[in-house]
Nanobody, 122 residues
Framework: QVQLVESGGGLVQAGGSLRLSCAAS????????MGWFRQAPGKERDLVAA????????WYDNSVRGRFTISRDNAKNMVYLEMNSLKPEDTAVYYC???????????????WGQGTQVTVSS
C-alpha cells in the first residue's frame, strides 16, 4: 500500500495554470504506476493522466492531451500534474492514485489520496 497526499488545487481563471502535487509514502511507490483522476459533482471519477513507474510511458485523456503534463520524481516520492490552458470544464476534485500498472478505471488502483479541489472560473 501507498499513502498519498495531494496539494496544489485552488481557484484559477480560465486560461490559467495550476500544478498539482502528490506526495507518496510506502514501500511500493517507486514500482507503482500512478494516475490522476478527477470527479465533478454528479459525475463519475475519470482518469485524466497516468504514468508508468519508470516515468517513460504516459497516457492522457483526449480532453486534456496537450494541456496537462504528468511527471514523477521517484527519488522524492512525488507525482505532479501540470495543468495549463485551464477551462471551466476542468473544474473537479482531483485525486492521485497508485496501481501496479497503468489502468484506466478507478477499480484498478489500490491506493488513493483525499483529493484536492480545482475550480476554473470563466
Amino acid at each position: 500500500q501507498v499513502q498519498l497526499v495531494e496539494s496544489g488545487g485552488g481557484l484559477v481563471q480560465a486560461g490559467g495554470s495550476l500544478r498539482l502535487s502528490c506526495a507518496a509514502s510506502g514501500r511500493t511507490f517507486s514500482s507503482d504506476a500512478m494516475g490522476w483522476f478527477r470527479q465533478a459533482p454528479g459525475k463519475e471519477r475519470d482518469l485524466v493522466a497516468a504514468i508508468a513507474w519508470t516515468g517513460d510511458i504516459t497516457w492522457y485523456d483526449n480532453s486534456v492531451r496537450g494541456r496537462f503534463t504528468i511527471s514523477r520524481d521517484n527519488a522524492k516520492n512525488m507525482v505532479y500534474l501540470e495543468m495549463n490552458s485551464l477551462k471551466p470544464e476542468d473544474t473537479a476534485v482531483y485525486y492521485c492514485a497508485a496501481s501496479t500498472v497503468i489502468r484506466y478505471t478507478p477499480a484498478g488502483y489500490h491506493s488513493w489520496g483525499q483529493g484536492t479541489q480545482v475550480t476554473v472560473s470563466s
